[in-house]
């Protein structure tokens, strides 16, 4: 099993700065591409930043320019810096991450796994 766990959400001012971080623990074998999504109330769930494992990036348009998604693979942890932060940013922040399950010596199946959440607020 794989367990994904989240920390960093909090209240923040308009124009702030929130780092999340989320660090992936479990039977890993390795960890294709990890991202995160979030879902403001009574919106569907979307796709803020995605890495892969070579570092390459994307970010939806929203968050150009302000966010900035990394990871370090030695530590199985992506993590996302917030800046400029807006009142639209407001949401709960889930991290994804597809994971060859296994061990140093035996690579299983993949699976998506996701945390438990993190809360974001932005507001004066």
């Known amino acids: 099993q794989v367990q994904l766990v989240e920390s960093g959400g909090g209240l923040v001012q308009p124009g702030g700065s929130l780092r999340l971080s989320c660090a992936a623990s479990?039977?890993?074998?390795?960890?294709?591409?990890m991202g995160w999504y979030r879902q403001a109330p009574g919106k569907q769930r979307e796709l803020v930043a995605v890495?892969?494992?070579?570092?390459?990036?994307k970010y939806v348009d929203s968050v150009k320019g302000r966010f900035t998604i990394s990871r370090d693979n030695a530590k199985n942890t992506v993590y996302l810096q917030m800046n400029s932060l807006k009142p639209e940013d407001t949401a709960v922040y889930y991290c994804?991450?597809?994971?060859?399950?296994?061990?140093?010596?035996?690579?299983?199946?993949?699976?998506?796994?996701w945390g438990q959440g993190t809360q974001v607020t932005v507001s004066s």
């Open positions: 994804n991450a597809y994971v060859i399950g296994g061990s140093k010596w035996y690579r299983g199946q993949g699976s998506d796994y």
């Open positions: 479990g039977s890993i074998f390795s960890i294709n591409d």
């Open positions: 890495i892969t494992s070579g570092g390459s990036t």
